[in-house]
């Protein structure tokens, strides 16, 4: 089995007017909507963890970022794999460090073309509301990292 590295981005897309796109993960656990950014772990043929938020970005929604489009926000998280997940990963890792990204596309709010075996829904939200619909900690933060920033 190809385990997943346990070193991934999480990529904030965004638009100039406030709103953050989320995607609903299609390996929610029974009862939970689970509502995040595009995540995505590095893979070995990727140079550096740019290549991998341009990579994820493609692969989640179809929107094409280039490397000097994406924007660092210096967040970086070490967190605990959840369980329904662990299967993903060799049999001896629990943690992930996750390091936050963003992304603002150049239109209004633009339907992403999904990855079906990731994401079942997509939404484009206010800052404060895609924040809060958000599962992850480490989103949240990212989210409200970005509107500072971009003064939204």
């Known amino acids: 089995m190809n385990y997943k590295i346990p070193i991934s981005v999480l990529v904030i897309i965004y638009n100039n007017f406030g709103n953050i796109l989320l995607l609903k993960r299609a390996d929610s656990p029974k009862n939970l909507d689970l509502w995040q950014s595009v995540t995505g772990s590095k ?63 150049d239109f209004n709010q633009q339907n992403p ?16 509301i895609a924040a809060e ?4 900690p480490s989103n949240k933060q990212a989210i409200l990292k970005i509107a500072k920033l971009k003064n939204f």
């Open 133 to 136: 619909k958000c599962f992850s």
């Open 113 to 128: 073309i999904l990855a079906q075996n990731e994401h079942t829904e997509f939404v484009w939200l206010p800052y404060k």
């Open 43 to 105: 893979e070995n043929s990727d140079a550096n963890l740019i290549v991998t938020a341009c990579r994820e970005i493609y692969e989640e929604t179809k929107f094409f970022a280039t490397e000097h489009q994406i924007e660092n926000l210096n967040l970086i998280t070490n967190f605990e794999i959840l369980p329904y997940w662990k299967h993903k990963y060799a049999p001896n890792i629990t943690h992930n460090q996750e390091t936050a990204f963003a992304f603002c596309t």
